[in-house]
């Protein structure tokens, strides 16, 4: 089988997460002995089709554009058995990039009308080869692809070019260190399902279930997660990748999401065997007492007043979050008075260690 995958994200390696499961999809499909080619669309010129029929009239199946498209991808996509459209979900579309290489099949067609059972459709010059969409999206509801399934159906699923369609919502977490286990199933259950797409011509049930697993339990927890990173890069002047280059870890505003990020970012390798509960009693912006119990590498949070907490915090909330956002070095902060301890002050330096 040849294979022709389409990637268009303007996001790079590390942060484009269709461009993550394409990697995992093409790896399945070399693995089941298909010659897969992969194509970045960034790094190609495809002009838009500017709807003169040229292709149709004066050079029948050949565009007017002598771009990309026409002096190499077009003859690609004509050859390949199978074409991969892998694009993150744009206003609950293919990205600009992927449709204007859609678009720039447009020779492929004939410009009669034909007509079956009632639907209108311009006869193909040449076949068109059978494809599967992979698209990713941040929202955590698998309808935002409604849209694009209607597109993809509507339009070529009663001529039977519809491989597959490979939806995966909430995508964006899929490099959260915390969800690993999860992301390394759905991932790997996309490296099955480009085994299955050149072994039998489809994706099973069984495989595209594990690629739409529900990936957090607690979607209203992610949801305050995301609008909390959202309001850090807002108020840090930053984007998303810039947040990400530059470490920056997001501001907790209440006792709650303080309490989010401590659990998100516990470390349990480090943390080995030790067993501590940590007190936190904090003034200023957000007034409140909460406390943070470590055993059996695992990590338990709880507002309130802990019954015997192995160290206490006494802190302005303020001052412990600029800590905690690396605004403030915690040691100088501490020499300086702006915060008091008690109890085992070992842990205080462990601090970094045990929720990096």
Same mark, same amino acid.
């Given at each position: 089988?040849?294979?022709?995958?389409?990637r268009?994200?303007p996001?790079?390696e590390g942060?484009?997460?269709?461009?993550?499961?394409?990697r995992?999809?093409?790896?399945?499909?070399r693995a089941?002995?298909?010659?897969? !080619? !992969?194509?970045? +669309?960034r790094?190609?010129?495809?002009?838009n089709?500017?709807g003169?029929f040229?292709?149709?009239?004066?050079?029948?199946?050949?565009?007017?554009h002598?771009?990309d498209?026409t002096?190499? +991808?077009?003859?690609?996509?004509l !050859?390949a058995?199978?074409v991969?459209y892998?694009?993150p979900l744009?206003?609950?579309?293919?990205?600009?990039?992927? $449709?204007?290489?859609?678009e720039?099949t447009?020779?492929?067609l004939?410009?009669?009308f034909?007509?079956?059972?009632?639907h209108?459709?311009?006869?193909l010059?040449?076949k068109h080869?059978?494809?599967?969409?992979?698209c990713?999206?941040?929202?955590p509801?698998?309808?935002?692809?409604?849209?694009?399934?209607?597109?993809?159906?509507?339009v070529?699923?009663?001529?039977?070019?519809v491989?597959?369609e490979?939806y995966?919502?909430?995508?964006?977490? +899929?490099?959260?260190?915390a969800?690993k286990? $999860?992301?390394d199933?759905?991932?790997?259950a996309t490296?099955k399902?480009?085994q299955?797409?050149?072994?039998?011509?489809?994706?099973?049930?069984?495989t595209?279930? !594990?690629i739409?697993?529900?990936i957090v339990?607690?979607?209203d927890?992610?949801k305050?997660?995301?609008?909390?990173?959202?309001k850090?890069c807002?108020?840090e002047?930053?984007t998303?990748?810039?947040?990400?280059?530059?470490k920056?870890?997001?501001?907790?505003?209440?006792?709650?999401?303080?309490?989010?990020?401590m659990?998100?970012?516990f470390n349990?390798e480090?943390?080995?065997?030790?067993?501590?509960? +940590?007190q936190f009693?904090?003034?200023?912006?957000?007034?409140?007492l909460?406390?943070?119990?470590?055993?059996?590498a695992k990590?338990?949070?709880?507002?309130?007043?802990?019954?015997?907490?192995?160290?206490?915090?006494?802190a302005?909330?303020e001052v412990?979050?600029?800590?905690?956002?690396?605004?403030?070095d915690?040691?100088?902060?501490?020499?300086?008075? $702006?915060?008091k301890?008690?109890?085992?002050l070992?842990?205080?330096?462990?601090m970094?260690e045990?929720?990096?």
């Open positions: 089988m040849k294979v022709l995958a389409l268009c994200s996001r790079g942060q484009s997460k269709s461009t993550l499961m394409l995992h999809l093409t790896e399945g499909m089941a002995g298909a010659n897969v !080619e !992969e194509v970045d +669309l790094k190609k010129t495809v002009k089709c500017i003169c040229t292709c149709w009239t004066k050079t029948p199946g050949v565009c007017i002598k771009d498209m002096n190499e +991808l077009f003859a690609k996509w !050859e058995d199978l991969i892998a694009t744009y206003h609950f579309l293919m990205t600009a990039t992927m $449709k204007a290489f859609v720039r447009l020779p492929v004939q410009p009669f034909d007509d079956q059972e009632g209108t459709f311009h006869p010059r040449h080869p059978r494809f599967a969409i992979l990713v999206a941040g929202f509801e698998d309808t935002v692809f409604d849209q694009l399934s209607y597109w993809a159906q509507s070529y699923g009663q001529h039977g070019l491989a597959a490979i995966r919502a909430n995508a964006e977490v +899929l490099t959260n260190p969800l286990d $999860k992301a199933a759905i991932l790997e490296r399902a480009g299955e797409l050149v072994e039998v011509g489809e994706v099973s049930a069984e595209m279930a !594990e739409k697993q529900e339990e607690d979607r927890m992610w305050t997660l995301g609008n909390l990173f959202w850090t807002i108020s002047g930053v998303p990748k810039e947040f990400q280059e530059k920056i870890v997001p501001r907790p505003d209440s006792i709650k999401t303080f309490l989010l990020i659990s998100m970012g349990p480090n943390a080995g065997d030790t067993e501590a509960v +940590l009693r904090f003034t200023g912006e957000e007034e409140g909460c406390f943070i119990e470590i055993k059996n990590v338990s949070v709880f507002e309130g007043q802990a019954d015997e907490p192995t160290l206490t915090v006494d302005p909330f412990w979050m600029d800590i905690m956002a690396g605004k403030l915690g040691q100088q902060a501490f020499m300086d008075g $702006k915060y301890v008690s109890g085992d070992a842990l205080l330096t462990r970094n045990l929720f990096g």
